[in-house]
């Protein structure tokens, strides 16, 4: 199985770590352009596209049938493919690409179509990688799920209820969880935060999602906190 990694640095990185080279049976090419001719496509049996959310317009270059992996934490698989207007869109799977969040034991991911979970199966057992299928929403599970218990420890920062070093160690000690809110922003990159916020309010229009305006300014500044 040969496998296109369309992704920046930072994410075929993490990549790697979560798939490392020399499995066998599987071979990897890394690419970072968002141009690339539709024959580069057509013999490839996997891609993992990080970028396709970003232009779903490059949908086309696909075949039908062709197993094409979507970084789904922002987009709705069937809001993509209605937008590439395409009667036969390829074999459309979504996983959870974001920064932290994709090398984990367990793949996120959702599907455009039910019938294509045989694909996801075959293609995780051959990565050596366990699956958990969610539904096809914005946000998906976990990125929908930690950005609003960031979003919520920003409001509690503005406030001045607590600084960040408490809240962190609050929540880590309090949760479990292996990062506190602020560290996993900064880790995640606030920019990811902020976009999958904006994403999941403007889907659901749900208060819980409405961005702090902390978190905002942050973003827009460039910087971390």
Known sequence: ?????????????EFKQKFPEGTEGVSFTFLSSLSLQDEQF????VVFDFLLHQ???????YAPGQVVFCNAATVQLAALAKAAELE????????????????????????????HEEKLREVCEKLGTEYLLVEDRVGMVTPRLICMIINEACYTLQEETASIADID?????????P????????????????????????????????????????????EKF
């Not at 496998?3 to 994410?11: I, N, T």
């Not at 057509?42 to 049996?45: F, L």
């Not at 160690?169 to 969880?177: A, F, P, Q, S």
Request: glycine residues 8%; charged residues 25%; aromatic residues 8%.
């Open 179 to 222: 990062r506190g809110p602020f560290e996993w922003a900064n880790e995640m990159g606030v920019e990811q935060v902020y976009r999958v916020l904006e994403a999941v309010y403007e889907d659901t229009k749900d208060e819980r999602y409405k961005i702090c305006p902390l978190l905002k300014t942050k973003y827009l500044k460039g």
């Open 42 to 45: 057509q013999s490839t049996d």
């Open 169 to 177: 160690l609050g929540m880590k000690l309090g949760t479990n969880y």
């Open 1 to 13: 199985m040969h496998v296109v990694v369309l992704a920046g640095p930072e994410m075929a990185a």
């Open 88 to 115: 036969k869109p390829c074999a459309l799977i979504g996983f959870n690409g974001l920064p932290t969040l994709f090398n984990r034991p367990v793949l996120e991911a959702s599907l455009l179509q039910p019938e």
């Open 55 to 61: 232009q779903p317009q490059r949908l086309e270059q």
